[in-house]
T-cell receptor, first 112, second 113 residues
Framework: GENVEQHPSTLSVQEGDSAVIKCTYS??????FPWYKQELGKGPQLIID?????GEKKDQRIAVTLNKTAKHFSLHITETQPEDSAVYFC???????????FGIGTKLQVIP | NAGVMQNPRHLVRRRGQEARLRCSPM?????VYWYRQLPEEGLKFMVY????????ESGMPKERFSAEFPKEGPSILRIQQVVRGDSAAYFC???????????FGPGTRLTVL
């Protein structure tokens, strides 16, 4: 089955700096890669996703990149703000079936 | 359009009791997924259901756990004879037919005393 590795497990940045979270996946058939943000005591919220036919996608301060050859994808948050502090999960799922495999999560702390 | 709803939000049970967790998917969503999250850990897939059908239960323990998604009403995750190790947050997600994006509910936090 699919295996998703995520790092770092914790990340502290100064407000205004950028944050980068990286993930690798094992199943070359995976073609959908969502990112979720989870605040304390809440459910995961989808923040951005990317599909295998696209190399990069951007939404305001958030961008994701995908390298299918190397089987890794990354989340980039620019101009970080204290409200970006949360746990971020990467995930991967394969074609024709919607089972999603999650990474272990990255706890991001933005220091004011 | 209301999001995915789960109830109860918090559930306390004593060892040996039964826990019933409910999930109402978003309107128009016919696919439901259950995940378990232990403290400081990621989300682990448990089961994937469509209306009246279990599609994949490979992540669900073979004993004491069951799930259903009836034609009418919410999806239910049932844990019989709970043990302390069942204490976790249980999340439900839903998606529309033929789409892979999953939307999560707020979760049910189960505590077993």
């Amino acid at each position: 089955g699919e295996n998703v590795e995520q790092h770092p497990s914790t990340l502290s940045v100064q407000e205004g700096d950028s944050a980068v979270i990286k993930c690798t996946y094992s199943d070359s058939a995976s073609n959908y890669f969502p990112w979720y943000k989870q605040e304390l005591g809440k459910g995961p919220q989808l923040i951005i996703d990317i599909r295998s036919n696209v190399g990069e996608k951007k939404d305001q301060r958030i961008a994701v990149t995908l390298n299918k050859t190397a089987k890794h994808f990354s989340l980039h948050i620019t101009e970080t703000q204290p409200e970006d502090s949360a746990v971020y999960f990467c995930a991967a799922s394969g074609r024709g079936y919607q089972k999603v495999t999650f990474g272990i999560g990255t706890k991001l702390q933005v220091i004011p | 359009n209301a999001g995915v709803m789960q109830n109860p939000r918090h559930l306390v049970r004593r060892r040996g009791q039964e826990a019933r967790l409910r999930c109402s998917p978003m309107k128009g969503h016919s696919h439901v997924y259950w995940y378990r999250q232990l403290p400081e850990e990621g989300l682990k897939f448990m089961v994937y259901l469509q209306k009246e059908n279990i599609i994949d239960e490979s992540g669900m323990p073979k004993e004491r756990f069951s799930a259903e998604f009836p034609k009418e009403g919410p999806s239910i995750l049932r844990i019989q004879q709970v043990v302390r190790g069942d204490s976790a947050a249980y999340f439900c997600a839903s998606s529309p037919p033929s789409q892979d994006t999953q939307y999560f509910g707020p979760g049910t936090r189960l505590t077993v005393l």
